[in-house]
């Protein structure tokens, strides 16, 4: 155990150093933020003098030296957008992020591993095929266009909740609502496949036979067996809200880490892109542990 | 659109498996619509661009949000016109074969690649079977955005780099995925059992533990399906995705959506086309895990039997 | 710790519910995109000049955008000296948020750090480009500023240059302190910045006395805010929004629309292909449609409140089958009309402009031409815009949307037409003397030397221009304001009264 988690520390750190230097070198293929910066006029000295204060002259390679010298320090860097350390806009904007993702994924995996498990303990029946239909549907409706119509509706014909926004517990109800949809229909689905294989296989059957309750055999013997690919998936879902929510930030104005990498990207504001990158890969390699802890915690015969 | 032809199903061909499971998918009706329906849509795919592609880009500013159910325009404006006066409906026929080309090619790609690794990495239990994850990791921490403006930066913004995008952004959950299962199935009697009787690995994993493995990632894959085109929609919606003049309903859903309150037809029929699709594919894999499953064919048998 | 405190207000956030008491007299103004900074010398940026210009800094000069004349403001008056020097004579009695008094050592010091290579502030870069400004003190109250070259419009460009404390360190502040009528009492990164009214502003007082600023990028978000009422301005809404006819108003926005061409590549080099691009285009076919309705058909780069714009230049009428001709006859010329020609769009640049851009690779292809249609984001669009052009040795036609709104043309006449202007696609020697000409005239005869520019460059069938475009804001019907052009660069509290 202690070995283990030893060991994915080390690997985890090996693996953020790999990403630190993949986003370093190919972020900046895609240009120069000066021209983005200044405005289209600014003459050629002045475009100069941008990229030799923000050492952009400098050999990449110097460059990243630069960056790594620093980060050994704790020094993420300078947003060059907003004049402030990258570290400090990061996490303001990823604890907004956090909050989302956790709320979100504990309402979602609960409803869709209770109702997966009861989908499939009657394939092919009424309710097999309601949830079925419905989850599929807002698994394939474009989120974008969920949040608008959800706004429309609920905040502006009802006048139930704001359209968006942060501020009271009202602001948070439209973006969880709008995010539960996918990752609901997603893991109610490998819940429903993977608990029909569960149910079919010999050890439930066995329990069936022996007279064990159906309530007991669905959710102690086969729901227990099932959640192997469930966890994967769930730790999917978790991972990608990690990452930001890009279009619901966008749409709610939820100040969340998803938005502020997207912008960071298009205007090319490396520092703060790396910093984003390292916090949110920091959460999920930390959540991947987890995830590993608990697949060994459900099946006794997997071992670190 | 789907029940243009409830055709009988051919009983000509000797007989075999392919009509063992003709008779399964006629047994499930749902499925024989959705069948159906993903068969129309691969010949729109394949067709479409071809016979209608004039008249999908055909701009009539002065005709322009005409609403649908007008038949005086013509059929081809029966779902409305969009924000050029171009007919929906052939646009969405057009721009069907964009789509399913980006979202076969990224699922396709995803899942071969991302199995592939998972098989090693679940199975060996060297160094691989730990490198290999940590790539996973890497791949998933690095955000598919930047990763879309990287390559699209680079490359162009067309179909094939967007597969490209698509298909890295989605190998882990296929990596994860057949890693985990192949941990637990890889303990189980029957492969311990094969070990022990000398197979080759490479019969033990095709043999013995993909066929455990297939179902979810077909589960997985259809879903996938509906994800790669939201996601191809959501990077046109941000401004790095495919741009016209190319079309694709991802983005036709895109450029609708400012209208929703105005004219919802722009976005509302794109939409619907992508869910039908994802939605006919998610029943069609469904039926096929049963029909596959020699412990569940059961319940199309004596389905059928009822029907019949 | 910061962080902490971001996360208790979350936390505290999510346990509270009920709008914080707010008095009649506030305002709350929901903004496309959040600040980046409140840097006031970053101020011609449009949000950060909305929240900051004449709010919480002031400028020694303002321009009015009723008629394009100068309004006293910080200084009373100002007078030429000749040899490029002007005297600014300033306000007695005005003080800072920060309590200090106004004088000419801080208009000293705020002229330098706009300019400062330290700081790469977009005010000094935008207006200051290509000049040498020395400030000199004369007295508490007076101030010499000296252009090198002599700048005949040097008392236009102080409208620009927002005016801060002589202590105000070399670096972006994050607490702005103005001369203005409010002060910045309030900013939370990514959700709000609260400005309240001074009691003690040296002008009139105001009617709002707080204003809440708040930032959402969704346009259809922005128009429903104002619908709840959970916003009371949103200066910026897409025109399919813009439907209700008591709260939603349409104003000039300053800028124009227009396909740049290189014309230093065959084919664009040739003048009859030129025109024909100009004949293929049906602008009245736009308006209303994927164009808002009041959006003027352009034939100049500026404005036509810009001095020397205003005169009557024909618009290329639609003619494609004449079009076509033109190309017929350049071919027989042994021009290489059937050249591909590359159509670059910028996505997101105005509402609609994917649709105008697909609209327009229409009419180029009816009348014949060979043209593809590439939409960029502004990265790349970049690339194409500005010199060296990424498109060439492809003949290229760049979109573009210039603004111009500070009411003459020298902020864009070289820059567009000058053969050394960074986006210009033309080489003409007797444009760019006229260009020249203009720049360094003072007085009466600067309208007139500008009108020769223009019409030189509209003969030259040297672009193809579109529209002046026109932006639209939705206000409560609590309030008493009218979005006018200046709304594209500023919203001034002080103008808003309520109902």
């Known amino acids: 155990m202690q070995s283990f988690l030893t060991k994915r520390a080390i690997s985890s750190g090996v693996s953020l150093l790999l990403l630190i230097v993949a986003v370093f070198f190919l972020s900046r293929l895609t240009g120069d933020p000066t021209d983005l910066y200044l405005p289209v006029d600014a003459s050629a000295e002045a475009r100069e003098n941008f990229r030799e204060l923000h050492g952009l002259n400098d050999p990449l390679i110097v460059q990243f030296g630069h960056y790594v010298a620093d980060l050994v320090r704790l020094d993420f860097g300078e947003s060059i957008r907003r004049a402030r350390p990258a570290l400090e806009v990061v996490i303001e904007a990823f604890v907004w992020t956090f909050q989302l993702a956790v709320i979100t994924m504990a309402i979602v995996s609960a409803a869709a591993v209770s109702l997966g498990a009861l989908a499939a303990f009657h394939v092919g029946g009424a309710f097999d095929r309601i949830a079925t239909f419905f989850s599929l549907i807002g698994a394939s409706a474009p989120d974008f266009w969920i949040a608008i119509v959800a706004i429309v509706v609920f905040a502006v014909g009802f006048g139930w909740v704001p359209t968006s926004g942060t501020g009271t517990v009202w602001h948070w109800i439209l973006p969880i609502g709008v995010l539960f949809i996918r990752p609901f229909g997603l893991i109610l689905q490998v819940v429903r496949g993977s608990m029909i294989s569960a149910l079919g296989s010999a050890y439930v059957k066995t329990a069936r036979a022996k007279g064990v309750t159906p309530k007991k055999t669905i959710f102690v013997h086969a729901l227990r067996n099932a959640m192997l690919p469930v966890i994967t998936v769930i730790g999917d879902q978790a991972a990608a809200l990690l990452n930001g929510a890009v279009i619901v930030e966008t749409i709610f104005g939820f100040p969340g880490v998803g938005k502020l990498m997207i912008d960071s990207i298009l205007q090319r504001d490396f520092s703060v892109v790396l910093a984003a990158i390292m916090v949110t890969a920091l959460a999920i390699f930390l959540m991947n542990i987890l995830i590993d802890l608990a697949y060994a915690a459900l099946d006794p015969r997997i071992r670190y | ?308 | 710790m910061n962080y902490r405190n971001v996360l208790l207000g979350g936390v505290a956030a999510l346990c509270l519910y009920g709008p914080a008491m707010a008095a009649d007299t506030d305002v709350t103004i929901v903004l496309n995109e959040e600040l980046e900074t409140v840097e006031p010398c970053m101020s011609s940026q449009s949000n950060i000049g909305r929240v900051l210009l004449q709010n919480i800094s002031e400028t020694m000069t303002e321009l009015n955008p009723e008629d394009g004349s100068l309004m006293p403001r910080l200084a009373d008056s100002w007078e030429d000296r000749g040899n490029g020097t002007w005297r600014f004579h300033l306000h007695e009695g005005v003080t800072f948020s920060d309590g200090s008094t106004l004088d000419a050592a801080d208009i000293k010091h705020s002229i330098e750090r706009t300019l400062s290579p330290d700081l790469t502030c977009e005010i000094g870069a935008k207006y200051f480009g290509g000049m040498t400004i020395t400030p000199t003190v004369v007295d508490d109250l007076t101030i010499d500023v000296t252009s090198d070259p002599a700048q005949p419009i040097l008392p236009l460009l102080m409208s620009t240059m927002t005016i801060v404390p002589a202590e105000t360190p070399m670096e972006f502040t994050r607490s702005p302190v103005g001369t203005g009528p409010y002060a910045m009492t309030a900013w939370n990164p990514g959700q709000n910045i609260i400005l309240d009214r001074r009691d003690d502003y040296w002008g009139d007082q105001p009617a709002v006395t707080k204003a809440t600023y708040l930032f959402r990028s969704d346009d259809a978000v922005r128009a429903a805010m104002v619908a709840t009422g959970e916003a009371d301005i949103s200066p910026l809404i897409n025109q399919i929004d813009a439907t209700n006819a008591d709260t939603d108003f349409a104003y000039p926005n300053s800028e124009t629309t227009y396909l740049r061409l290189d014309s230093s590549i065959a084919p664009l080099d040739d003048i009859r292909v030129r025109q024909a691009l100009n004949m293929a285009v049906d602008r009245e076919a736009f308006l209303g449609t994927l164009v808002p309705e009041d959006a003027q058909i352009a034939t100049h780069m500026t404005v036509p409140t810009t001095l020397g714009a205003d005169q009557d230049l024909s618009v290329p009428a639609y003619d494609p089958e004449g079009a076509k001709a033109l190309l017929e006859e350049a071919k027989a010329d042994g021009v290489a009309v059937d050249t591909e020609i590359l159509l670059l769009g910028r996505l997101g640049n105005f509402p609609n402009v994917t649709e105008v851009m697909e609209a327009l690779h229409g009419m180029f292809t009816d009348a014949g031409f060979n043209v593809k249609l590439q939409m960029v984001e502004v990265a790349e669009w970049v690339k194409y815009y500005s010199k060296p052009y990424a498109a060439q040795p492809v003949p290229s036609m760049v979109q573009a949307m210039h603004d111009n709104n500070r009411g003459d043309p020298v902020f864009s006449m070289y820059f567009k037409y000058a053969c050394e202007g960074l986006q210009s696609g033309i080489c003409d020697p007797d444009l760019d003397k006229a260009i020249a000409d203009a720049t360094a005239t003072a007085g009466d005869g600067r309208g007139p030397a500008w009108a020769k520019a223009f019409e030189i460059a509209h003969d030259l069938s040297a672009d193809v221009f579109l529209f002046h475009m026109v932006g639209f804001s939705r206000v409560s019907e609590r309030l008493d304001f009218i979005p006018s052009i200046a709304t594209n660069s500023e919203l001034q509290l002080s103008q808003i009264k309520f109902n």
């Not at chain 2, 789907?2 to 499925?31: N, S």
């Not at chain 2, 019969?203 to 994800?227: E, G, Q, S, V």
Request: proline letters at 6%; glycine letters at 8%; hydrophobic letters at 50%.
């Open chain 2, 1 to 308: 659109m789907t029940e243009t032809q409830t055709e009988a199903v051919p009983k000509t061909k000797e007989p075999g498996k392919f009509i063992t499971i003709l008779r399964l998918l006629w047994a499930d009706k749902v499925a024989t619509t959705a069948a159906i329906f993903v068969l129309i849509v691969i010949g729109c795919a394949i067709l479409g661009p071809i016979l209608l592609d004039g008249v999908a880009t055909k701009a009539n500013l002065r005709g322009r949000n005409a609403p649908p159910f007008d038949l005086s325009k013509g059929f081809l404006m029966i779902l409305g016109g969009d924000q050029l006066g171009r007919p929906l409906l052939a646009r969405i026929i057009v721009a069907s074969g964009n789509t399913i080309a980006v979202a076969t090619g990224a699922v396709v790609a995803s899942m071969i690649v991302g199995s592939s690794l998972g098989l090693i990495a679940g199975y060996s239990r060297g160094r691989l079977g730990q490198v290999i994850p940590r790539l996973a990791d890497v791949i998933m921490s690095f955000p598919s955005l930047l990763l879309a403006v990287i390559v699209l930066y680079m490359l162009a913004p067309s179909v094939g780099n967007i597969v490209l995008v698509l298909a890295i952004t989605r190998i882990p959950i296929y990596l994860r995925t057949t890693r985990a299962e192949v941990l637990e199935i890889r303990e189980r009697m029957f492969v311990q059992a094969a070990q022990v009787m000398g197979a080759s690995t490479g019969r033990i994993i095709f043999r013995h533990i993909m066929p455990m493995i297939l179902p979810t990632l077909l589960t997985i894959a259809t879903l996938d399906f509906a994800f790669v085109m939201l996601a191809e929609s959501s990077l046109s919606f941000l401004g790095i995705g495919i741009q016209p003049p190319e079309i694709t309903w991802g983005l036709m859903v895109a450029q609708g959506r400012p209208y929703l309150t105005s004219a919802w037809w722009l976005s509302f029929w794109p939409g619907l086309a992508i869910i039908l699709t994802t939605l006919s594919l998610n029943l069609l894999s469904n039926w096929m895990r049963v029909a596959l499953d020699p412990t569940q064919r059961w319940r199309l048998e004596i389905g059928g039997k009822k029907n019949g």
